[in-house]
């Protein structure tokens, strides 16, 4: 079956949504090594050749720098998404241009037979006036009485002016009901994209217009999944205590604890933005137009997030990070909260655990009751501004019945 420019099969959505998964899972890698790849041609081209102290140097200097090539890696990373989601938004406006193509054309189907049926009624009315006006004469000619012409007459242009209007009513409504029911051409197309192509959900990065109360639910969130975070790690601890060593090893070399300039963007910047893109934005999108219900995108999106981060530990902590994620981009129809969340998560697990630290000998307790508080009340918040949606949806339908 051939496809209209402004529908799309639902397998190509699954498609693009596998290939966006397969290019966020594989990409950072990719960019990460072309980056430590052209600092050593660097420092080849700058040196007259790669000899093992230079290799040694530059290794100590990227070491020394994590965070610089950890941005770049994300930046480099980045860019084809932003051209992806840019291609996203044109391709829908070519859609959306030709689904209003198309209704102009349906209504030009409709109102061209109604504009025929007027004037081939104006010529019915014009040849029974005419036919009238013959008979009258002739009649006159014949019987000679002028006198009953005359009283005739009137009443003969009232009558055809009583019927004429009456025509062409009945003309326009058999017009309607056959133009609402053209099988074939602009009509038809309408009608069946009505049925195929409804809107579809986009990539938004919207800011303004968004209820305040999912940011700071947003915020919440963000602090209080720590908790959650802790626990999984003290379970991968007890289960699997070598995962876990590995675990540590990583984070320690990752430059992550490393704090400065390049940190904010290596951390709180480039990441959020990135897989935000990636994975809530394209991912989440693709797998939504391919008609798949949210929790069982979320789920999947999830999921490959957490193969994102290429170790079990982490992997487990970011696919319950991921579900709360798609559950905030979902309710706000936006990115920007769960970007907000991303970054101050990622500043609490860092930053914030040192200060923490330093404030407290042991800050177990005081995160658990502050972790629980605050997923609480972010919870509160949400409910309520669901309760306040449902009931402003309700007194709207309300009014329109009223007016109606």
């Known amino acids: 079956m051939a496809h209209s420019p402004v529908t799309t099969p639902r397998w190509k959505y699954a498609l693009l949504a596998a290939i966006v998964f397969v ?69 829908d406006r070519r859609r959306e241009r030709a689904l209003r193509l198309l209704r102009q054309a349906h209504a030009g189907e409709c109102s061209a037979p109604i504009a025929m049926a007027s004037s081939e009624d104006a010529g019915a009315a014009s040849a029974e006036a005419t036919d009238a006006q013959v008979s009258d004469e002739s009649q006159h000619d014949a019987l000679g009485q002028s006198n009953t012409l005359e009283q005739s007459e009137p009443g003969q242009s009232s009558a055809l002016r009583e019927d004429t209007p009456d025509q062409p009513a009945s003309l326009q409504q058999s017009a309607l009901e056959q133009s609402s029911a053209f099988p074939q051409g602009a009509s038809g197309q309408l009608t069946a994209l009505q049925q195929s192509a409804p809107a579809l959900p986009t990539v938004r990065f919207t800011v303004r217009g968004i209820d305040r109360r999912i940011y700071v639910a947003a915020v919440l969130i963000a602090y209080g999944i720590q908790l ?170 309300v009014s329109t019945k009223d007016a109606t």
């Open 23 to 91: 290019y966020m899972i594989t990409m950072l890698d990719v960019t990460s090594t072309l980056v430590v790849t052209g600092a050593m041609v660097g420092a080849g081209l700058e040196s007259g050749g790669l000899t093992g102290a230079v290799v040694e140097q530059v290794y100590a200097a990227l070491q020394d720098n994590i965070n610089a090539v950890s941005a770049a890696s994300y930046l480099l990373f980045g860019v084809p998404l932003a051209i992806w989601v840019l291609m996203m938004h044109r391709s």
């Open 228 to 397: 959650i975070t802790k626990l999984i790690m003290m379970l991968v601890a007890m289960l699997l205590p070598q995962v876990m060593d590995e675990y540590n090893t990583l984070v320690t070399n990752s430059g992550i604890e490393s704090y400065g300039f390049m940190w904010v963007i290596s951390t709180l910047v480039l990441p959020p933005l990135v897989e935000e893109t990636g994975f809530r934005g394209l991912g989440l999108t693709y797998l939504e137009r391919a008609g798949m219900p949210f929790w069982v995108a979320n789920v999947v999106q999830a999921l490959a997030f957490g193969i994102f981060h290429m170790n079990l530990t982490q992997g487990l902590y970011t696919f319950v990070i991921g579900l709360l994620l798609g559950y905030l981009v979902h309710k706000s129809g936006s990115l920007a909260p769960g970007m907000l969340m991303h970054a101050v998560y990622n500043l609490m697990g860092t930053l914030g655990n040192d200060v923490l630290y330093a404030v407290f000998a042991d800050p177990t307790l005081f995160t658990f009751v502050t972790c629980i508080a605050a997923l609480v009340f972010a919870h509160r918040l949400l409910k309520r501004r669901n309760e306040d949606r449902g009931n402003f949806t309700s007194s709207c339908h």
